[in-house]
């Protein structure tokens, strides 16, 4: 049973990290999508953020830093696993 827990949590790690590999490349599509959709939308909705942020370098840098961020949770999670694997007496 403690083996097939291992598993689980390897291969969650595994999809996270893969999940933050992906959304890293494409960072770059939905830095776009969310500067054009922000450039359209009423200016009430774009009084919280100062107009600095709504720039594509910035959402860019944002989302791989977020991405960046999921594949150490992925990673992190598939050593925490071996490492029980190793150590469980």
Do not use: K
């Given at each position: ?8 949590w ?6 996270i ?58 990673l ?12 469980h007496?």
């Open positions: 049973m403690f083996v097939l827990r291992v598993i689980g390897l291969g969650l790690g595994a999809l990290a893969l999940g933050g590999a992906i959304y890293f490349i494409r960072a770059r599509e939905h830095a776009d999508t969310i500067a054009q959709r922000i450039s359209a939308a009423h200016p009430f909705w774009r009084l919280w953020l100062p107009p600095f942020f709504y720039t594509n370098a910035i959402l860019l840098l944002e989302l791989r830093i977020a991405a960046a961020g999921l594949v150490v949770i992925g992190l999670l598939m050593v925490s696993a071996l490492a029980a694997l190793v150590y007496p």
